[in-house]
């Protein structure tokens, strides 16, 4: 089908959820995606954090010819090999104890609240006091589902479909006053991202993190923290409260998991385990055969071939020069990350539109998050001289908007351009 035809087809028999962009992709190589006149993309987004290891990567090509040939799927009634065996290097990367296997982000994150509330009840019935209640963080984003909706912040992910799941408090981003005024016996778990995504990619505190898990400890409640955009390596480390020193009791793991393969995981401590029994939880497809052992050539991967170093290496360039950048063009008002998750944020959603548009022009995929916040999510391969290629064309784009917005201005070219 050509481009033009999808459209229409799409347009007749899909549910419109998606805007999408003018695109029709083929194929892809390494960091780059091919649309349908084989034109190349320079892909800073990675599906939106999910193709770490770029595209046509060997490991992940061999691995799921291999395993279609003996298994796809068994119901979870049995065993198989991959489940155990990614557990394993699971625990050991985030020092966590036991792990469910879920199909997506926002189902291991569901598996989380579910925890959370068992916990708390079996903490009751041990004779403790603790309530039901979650306390998530302003501009937050953990799914579309409705446990995860429920605790995310923005009102346009929520108020279409309320009423909600009850029982959920926003607390203000990085105020530890706030979360100090929430915080209650009633309270069963406190959710963060370590950095926030959606959000806009912005980092926790030290102070914000520490006073959390603090409060966590005081009452028994859980201390749950959503990695699967920051996790699995993105930040320079496999999660993002590593950076911390703070051991979360729940984190959830997704998008560059399986490398494209739908599949999520949610990881707890010993204790939080117990509250869990035989026929409380359960999936289909989540942690199948194929998927599994996409996961686990994965992280092999990533280990084998020292791509947390390499994110942090390339990331941390990356950085520097965004913020020479921001030095040059007053519109970027911040700039924020970790490793290869990286953020410019503008001073207007206009200007934030105008460059994914241009950027697009120029054969390079990013977003705008957040309406104001250029994101940054490019697969772990990326390399230095894509960086270059990548801030050579931000900085076109914005000297060219400064200077059509000066023109405009004042009537005539002459204006000065910012920075």
Same mark, same amino acid.
């Given at each position: 089908?050509?481009?033009?035809?999808?459209?229409?087809?799409?347009?007749?028999?899909?549910?419109?959820?998606?805007?999408?962009?003018?695109?029709?992709?083929?194929?892809?190589?390494?960091?780059?995606?091919?649309?349908?006149?084989?034109?190349?993309?320079?892909?800073?987004?990675?599906?939106?954090?999910?193709?770490?290891?770029?595209?046509?990567?060997?490991?992940?090509?061999?691995?799921?010819?291999?395993?279609?040939?003996?298994?796809?799927?068994?119901?979870?009634?049995?065993?198989?090999?991959?489940?155990?065996?990614?557990?394993?290097?699971?625990?050991?990367?985030?020092?966590?104890?036991?792990?469910?296997? #879920?199909?997506?982000? &926002? !189902?291991?994150?569901? $598996?989380? @609240?579910?925890?959370?509330?068992?916990? *708390? =009840?079996?903490? +009751?019935?041990?004779?403790?006091?603790?309530?039901?209640?979650?306390?998530?963080?302003?501009?937050?984003?953990?799914?579309?589902?409705?446990?995860?909706?429920?605790?995310?912040?923005?009102?346009?992910?929520?108020?279409?479909?309320?009423?909600?799941?009850?029982?959920?408090?926003?607390?203000?981003?990085?105020?530890?006053?706030?979360?100090?005024?929430?915080?209650?016996?009633?309270?069963?778990?406190?959710?963060?991202?370590?950095?926030?995504?959606?959000?806009?990619?912005?980092?926790?505190?030290?102070?914000?993190?520490?006073? #959390?898990?603090?409060? &966590? !400890?005081?009452?028994? $409640?859980? @201390?749950?923290?959503?990695?699967?955009? *920051? =996790?699995?390596? +993105?930040?320079?480390?496999?999660?993002?409260?590593?950076?911390?020193?703070?051991?979360?009791?729940?984190?959830?793991?997704?998008?560059?998991?399986?490398?494209?393969?739908?599949?999520?995981?949610?990881?707890?401590?010993?204790?939080?385990?117990?509250?869990?029994?035989?026929?409380?939880?359960?999936?289909?497809?989540?942690?199948?055969?194929?998927?599994?052992?996409?996961?686990?050539?994965?992280?092999?991967?990533?280990?084998?071939?020292?791509?947390?170093?390499?994110?942090?290496?390339?990331?941390?360039?990356?950085?520097?020069?965004?913020?020479?950048?921001?030095?040059?063009?007053? $519109?970027?008002?911040?700039?924020?990350?970790?490793?290869?998750?990286?953020?410019?944020?503008?001073?207007?959603?206009?200007?934030?539109?105008?460059?994914?548009?241009?950027?697009?022009?120029?054969?390079?995929?990013?977003?705008?998050?957040?309406?104001?916040?250029?994101?940054?999510?490019?697969?772990?391969?990326?390399?230095?001289?894509?960086?270059?290629?990548?801030?050579?064309?931000?900085?076109?784009?914005?000297?060219?908007?400064?200077?059509?917005?000066?023109?405009?201005?004042?009537?005539?070219?002459?204006?000065?351009?910012?920075?």
């Amino acid at each position: 089908m050509t481009l033009e035809t999808v459209k229409a087809t799409e347009s007749k028999l899909l549910l419109e959820t998606y805007e999408r962009n003018p695109l029709l992709f083929e194929r892809g190589e390494g960091v780059y995606l091919i649309d349908e006149n084989g034109e190349r993309y320079l892909d800073l987004l990675s599906g939106i954090g999910v193709n770490a290891l770029g595209y046509g990567h060997a490991a992940i090509e061999e691995t799921i010819a291999r395993q279609s040939k003996a298994l796809i799927h068994t119901s979870n009634l049995y065993f198989h090999n991959g489940q155990a065996e990614l557990a394993l290097r699971l625990t050991q990367r985030t020092g966590l104890d036991r792990v469910f296997f #879920a199909n997506t982000g &926002t !189902e291991a994150w569901e $598996a989380a @609240l579910k925890l959370a509330r068992a916990h *708390a =009840g079996l903490l +009751r019935s041990e004779g403790k006091s603790i309530g039901t209640k979650f306390l998530a963080l302003e501009q937050s984003f953990h799914g579309r589902t409705y446990g995860s909706v429920s605790t995310t912040h923005k009102a346009k992910y929520r108020e279409p479909f309320g009423p909600v799941v009850p029982g959920v408090e926003f607390v203000r981003f990085n105020d530890v006053a706030d979360l100090l005024a929430k915080f209650s016996n009633k309270v069963c778990a406190i959710l963060v991202e370590s950095i926030q995504g959606e959000g806009g990619i912005r980092p926790l505190t030290q102070e914000f993190f520490e006073t #959390a898990r603090a409060l &966590t !400890e005081s009452t028994g $409640a859980l @201390l749950i923290v959503d990695e699967i955009q *920051a =996790g699995m390596g +993105r930040t320079g480390k496999w999660c993002g409260y590593q950076h911390y020193g703070i051991l979360p009791d729940v984190t959830t793991l997704a998008k560059p998991l399986a490398g494209g393969i739908p599949l999520g995981a949610m990881l707890c401590t010993e204790e939080a385990a117990r509250a869990i029994h035989p026929g409380m939880h359960g999936t289909t497809f989540g942690g199948g055969p194929l998927a599994c052992a996409v996961a686990i050539a994965v992280v092999d991967t990533i280990e084998r071939d020292g791509l947390l170093a390499h994110a942090t290496e390339v990331g941390g360039y990356f950085q520097e020069q965004l913020r020479t950048l921001a030095k040059r063009h007053d $519109a970027i008002v911040d700039v924020r990350g970790k490793g290869l998750m990286l953020a410019a944020e503008l001073d207007s959603a206009e200007l934030g539109k105008h460059v994914v548009r241009a950027m697009l022009d120029r054969h390079i995929l990013i977003n705008c998050t957040s309406d104001t916040v250029l994101r940054f999510l490019p697969p772990y391969i990326l390399v230095k001289e894509h960086v270059d290629l990548a801030i050579a064309a931000l900085d076109e784009i914005f000297t060219e908007y400064a200077n059509t917005h000066a023109v405009s201005s004042t009537g005539h070219a002459g204006g000065q351009v910012r920075g």
